[in-house]
């Protein structure tokens, strides 16, 4: 039986296949309704250890179509080439992502999330998805883009140089040793250590300790 601390890193069956028909229904009509909001259920659990506030998670029709690249007719839509056995799976890649970075300060969106998927492009690129919360913290969290990332090396060193790496599933991994090899001449140190897959778990497993003993605590008082 799969463990509570595995569904974490896990979407739910049923999630999935919901997704995966709007998915269907996308590319039975990609040019219908472009603004149509996809519903990706909760935002996974490694998110909300990282600090976003918002409860939900949705992208859009024209998120899909930009992504597997199809041409829909919409002027300056930046076409991409990213597998349709990625973003069958897309959710399975966000629930446990190879690792998660905060924007660089450069972005359009300094405020969004990079989660890093662990796939590759058909040109063998990694495959990255743009998270941006709300504003308020009291909204959802968008997906504008899933996409190939070109300069990938140099990307992370850019990230690392400016302290945004906030996620790496495993130590050991060619994702973390790409940051342990990164030149930091020049740039702020670290204020807070990069996290990993088993970090969240103990993060995780101490909150439900505390709150099982607080609500052991109010039991307590209640029936003297």
């Not at 970090?199 to 101490?206: A, E, G, H, P």
């Given at each position: 039986m799969?463990?509570?601390?595995e569904?974490l890193?896990?979407?739910?069956a049923m999630?999935?296949?919901?997704?995966q028909?709007?998915?269907?229904?996308?590319?039975?009509?990609?040019?219908g309704?472009?603004?149509?909001?996809?519903?990706?259920?909760?935002?996974p659990?490694?998110y909300?250890?990282l600090g976003?506030?918002?409860k939900?998670?949705k992208?859009?029709?024209?998120t899909?179509?930009?992504?597997?690249g199809?041409?829909?007719?919409?002027?300056?839509?930046?076409?991409?080439?990213?597998?349709?056995?990625t973003m069958?799976?897309?959710?399975?890649?966000?629930?446990?992502?190879?690792?998660?970075?905060?924007?660089l300060s450069?972005?359009?969106n300094?405020?969004?999330?990079i989660?890093?998927?662990g796939a590759?492009?058909?040109?063998?690129k990694?495959?990255?998805?743009?998270?941006?919360?709300?504003?308020n913290?009291?909204?959802?969290?968008?997906?504008?883009s899933?996409?190939e990332k070109?300069?990938?090396?140099?990307?992370v060193?850019?990230?690392h140089?400016?302290?945004?790496?906030?996620?790496?599933?495993d130590?050991?991994?060619e994702?973390?040793g790409?940051?342990?090899?990164?030149?930091?001449h020049?740039?702020?140190?670290?204020?807070?250590?990069?996290?990993t897959?088993e970090?969240?778990?103990?993060?995780?497993?101490?909150r439900?300790?505390?709150?099982?003993?607080?609500?052991?605590?109010i039991?307590?008082?209640?029936?003297?």
């Open positions: 799969e463990s509570d601390i569904r890193f896990r979407p739910d999630l999935v296949k919901s997704y028909e709007r998915l269907g229904d996308v590319l039975r009509n990609p040019a309704a472009p603004q149509r909001i996809i519903e990706l259920g909760e935002l659990a490694v909300r250890e976003i506030k918002d939900e998670l992208m859009n029709n024209k899909v179509v930009k992504a597997l199809i041409d829909i007719g919409i002027k300056d839509l930046h076409l991409h080439n990213v597998p349709f056995e069958e799976n897309l959710l399975t890649h966000l629930y446990n992502p190879e690792g998660v970075f905060k924007s450069t972005s359009k300094p405020n969004s999330y989660a890093i998927l590759k492009s058909i040109d063998g990694p495959i990255i998805a743009i998270l941006s919360p709300s504003k913290d009291r909204g959802f969290t968008f997906i504008p899933v996409y070109d300069d990938f090396d140099k990307f060193q850019y990230i140089k400016e302290g945004k790496v906030l996620y790496i599933r130590k050991g991994s994702l973390w790409r940051t342990q090899c990164s030149p930091l020049n740039s702020k140190p670290y204020k807070t250590r990069i996290l897959r970090d969240i778990v103990k993060r995780v497993m101490l439900e300790r505390e709150e099982e003993a607080e609500a052991e605590e039991r307590a008082r209640r029936e003297k």
